[in-house]
């Protein structure tokens, strides 16, 4: 059992350059710590000391020169801030990923965003200012994480499916070109500050069954002009929509949303 042990604590340390890539290994499966290599244009590989790389560690291609990246079908976890300030534009070989860490592609240039249709799990600001990101057509899990696309300058178009049931805080927050967007009939809650600052973003209705709409959440949305709160509105936070100065409200008669307007001395309309 003592050499069983030591076997592997020494496998954990062991640092095996493949490709510019360091292993750390650990029961029967390797994950990637560091990439100490210089291309630009990289492929994982399948195994490392005849073990399946199936992660792809915290910070492990963090400001290195990376564009283009293959993964093996083997690997299904990315770690926090993995290609944090990475130049990365393309990242082929997802289709197995399940995890996905706290800002994994803060900051690179990918135009696509990572999300198969498999995936369990996403920690915040996955894809935080990711300018090159210009529409999210599709969305796999039932929440989109607080700060998951802040500050994605390039995102004009956001369809969300109706399985989506919350929209973390700050989710969409500073998305200056954002100015079209679909949310689905599941929505049961909208974040604090999750469309802050979306200055181009001119109407939006929101879906019949939203429950809580969070402080701050179209604060600073200068162009916005109408829009339409469901009946099913319970709460709404303060300062929602601060520093919208063209804005009406579309409520429904009676409403608490109605109320709300009334109290706050804004600006609404009957549907």
């Known amino acids: 059992m003592k050499k069983s042990l030591l076997w592997m604590t020494a496998l954990i340390l062991l640092l095996a350059a493949f490709h510019g890539i360091a292993e750390d290994a650990y029961e029967a499966a390797a994950m990637l710590s560091a990439y100490t290599g210089n291309e630009e244009i990289a492929t994982v590989p399948a195994e490392l000391q005849g073990l399946p790389v199936t992660a792809i560690g915290d910070s492990c291609f963090a400001e290195t020169g990376v564009h283009d990246l293959t993964l093996p079908d083997t690997v299904t976890s990315i770690g926090e801030y993995a290609f944090w300030l990475c130049p990365l534009e393309a990242i082929h070989g997802t289709e197995n990923i399940l995890h996905l860490g706290d800002g994994a592609f803060f900051g690179t240039h990918i135009a696509e965003p990572v999300l198969p249709e498999g995936l369990l799990s996403m920690g915040a600001a996955v894809f935080q200012n990711c300018d090159s990101i210009t529409e999210i057509t599709s969305w796999p899990l039932w929440r989109v994480p607080d700060g998951t696309f802040f500050e994605c300058l390039g995102l004009m178009r956001v369809i969300l499916p109706d399985t989506v049931e919350m929209l973390g805080a700050g989710a969409f927050y500073g998305c200056t070109a954002l100015c079209d967007i679909s949310l689905g009939e599941g929505l049961r809650a909208i974040g604090e500050s999750a469309f802050e600052g979306c200055s181009a973003l001119e109407e ?14 179209f604060m600073d949305c200068g162009a916005l002009r109408i829009c339409r709160l469901p009946a099913s509105l319970a709460y709404i936070g303060e300062d929602t929509f601060a520093q919208c100065p063209n804005l009406c409200l579309v409520v429904s008669k009676d409403s608490y949303a109605e109320r709300y307007a009334i109290e706050n001395e804004l600006a609404f309309r009957h549907e």
């Not at 939006?204 to 959440?217: K, W």
Request: proline share 7%; charged share 15%.
């Open 204 to 217: 939006i209705t929101l879906p019949e069954g939203l429950e809580t709409l969070g402080g701050s959440a």
